[in-house]
């Protein structure tokens, strides 16, 4: 992938809240906001993959001090045409390595962005990032899908989950590495466009797992932002680590 941006480059940018239109939905982004405004305190935030702004800006509206990092200029530039966006500290870098300065009462990544990381030691390396950015007491929070494996017949790597007569979509899972990719074709005026994006899924074991290596302990897990029970059925979570006081 050349795009500096990676791969989430001005075409992807450009109509990225709209193709997300039901993450954008008040009550989604209220419940997780209420939750990172509590595990703040009057402490600062950094969201990792800030992208456009969807929960910084609601989280900086709140009174929190909120700082960003993310690899995509593109992204970054629809969250500075937002108001507000001048409260918000931005970083550009790769999240997983990139340090910023001063401490933070909460990190966090949302909507599935630690599958953005594609390697174990990626992931692994963004544990120990955020670890160093934390103040004691401080919190990590991510939300993220289970793999969907059950999904799978024997023999199969392809789940769709999106047809219509001009769009397509679909993942890609090999299950001996935990690659996966998203796949997208849609046509238009007779022209089809493909686009894959590339993941590494990652199981909530193992996540505990990286936290532990990052000298974190986890607090919660949850079934989503409302904070139901995280259960056997549960298709995804909302996992906090503490970094011990």
Known sequence: MDDPDGYFGERIAASYDESSADMFQEDAVDAAVDVLAELAGGGRALELGI????????LARRGVPVHGIDLSRAMVAR???KPGSDAIGVTIG???TT???GTFAVAYLVFNTIMNLTTQDAQVACFRNVAAHLEPGGCFVIEV?????RRLPPGQDVVPFHTSPTQWAFDVYDVATQAMSSNYVEVTDGR???TSIPFRYVWPAELDLMAQLAGLRRRERWDGWTRRAFTSESRQHISIWEKPS
Do not use: E, M, N, W
């Open 145 to 149: 899908g289970v793999p969907d494996l």
């Open 79 to 81: 969250l500075r045409a």
């Open 94 to 96: 790769d999240f997983a």
């Open 51 to 58: 992208g456009t702004g969807r929960i910084a800006l609601p």
């Open 192 to 194: 089809g466009d493909y």
């Open 99 to 101: 340090r910023v300065d």
